[in-house]
């Protein structure tokens, strides 16, 4: 009954991450089969412990990046990959009802092509949702675990929402939704993640700013 009332806890919790919000959005409690590309930090088990009705698909390029043996097994399948080489013959055409991509195409200098061609995996009617730190994070200052966006060497390119927007439009999707992402949960946990850190002697995390500061930007996109 505890663990029970627990993972509930948890998946409650869970419900109000960004892309959380936006998988409600787009398929409610219905079964649907997304591809999720960054399937590290066990994404396939929080995901799930949320929305049991979804057919997980992961794609990353290290099979190994913070996920466990059960993550694994909550997968469908799992696609270890470079998305820069843009292969993806291994994934099926016109299958998913979703992708979701949280803050990869930041490290990719084609994740503009990479997206072109993820768009023939998706149904028509599906839904996309692709979020990265904005063209704004390059004048946030500097602080331990990102704020700017040149904290993570790992990020090679500035994305905006104008061209990403031009290149859905292009390849038959509707922009439903855009701009920068402001979280209200997240901004009014805010003094509560200060206060944590704090009372545990921790740095703070520039993460915990991204809301206020408009950090990160998103398009939310339906494929005609």
């Avoid at 997968?75 to 992708?99: R, V």
């Avoid at 503009?112 to 946030?140: A, C, N, R, W």
């Avoid at 704090?198 to 996109?221: M, P, R, S, T, Y």
Wanted: net charge positive; charged share 20%.
């Amino acid at each position: 009954m505890h663990l029970y009332l627990g993972m509930n806890l948890k998946a409650f919790a869970s419900s109000f991450i960004t892309k959380f919000i936006f998988l409600r959005r787009s398929f409610g409690n219905k079964h649907f089969a997304l591809l999720d590309i960054g399937a590290g930090n066990h994404s396939a088990t929080k995901i799930k412990n949320v929305f049991t009705g979804c057919e997980y698909h992961g794609v990353d390029m290290e099979r190994g990046y913070n996920n466990s043996e059960d993550d694994f097994r909550l997968m469908h399948a799992f696609y270890e990959m470079d998305l820069t080489k843009l292969d993806f013959s291994s994934i099926p055409d016109n299958y998913f009802d979703g992708i979701w991509m949280v803050h990869v195409i930041e490290h990719l200098y084609n994740g503009d092509e990479v997206i072109q061609h993820l768009l023939s995996k998706l149904k028509s009617g599906g839904y996309m949702y692709v979020e990265y730190p904005g063209f704004k994070s390059t004048k946030l200052p500097s602080m331990n675990g990102t704020l700017n966006f040149k904290d993570d060497p790992s990020h090679v390119r500035v994305y905006t929402v104008k061209e990403l927007s031009q290149l859905f439009i292009n390849n038959n999707c509707i922009v439903i939704n855009k701009g920068l992402r402001r979280n209200i949960w997240f901004m009014m946990a805010m003094p509560f993640r200060i206060l944590g850190k704090w009372l545990q002697g921790k740095k703070l995390q520039g993460n915990i700013f991204w809301d206020v500061l408009g950090f990160a930007e998103f398009l939310w996109v339906k494929k005609k």
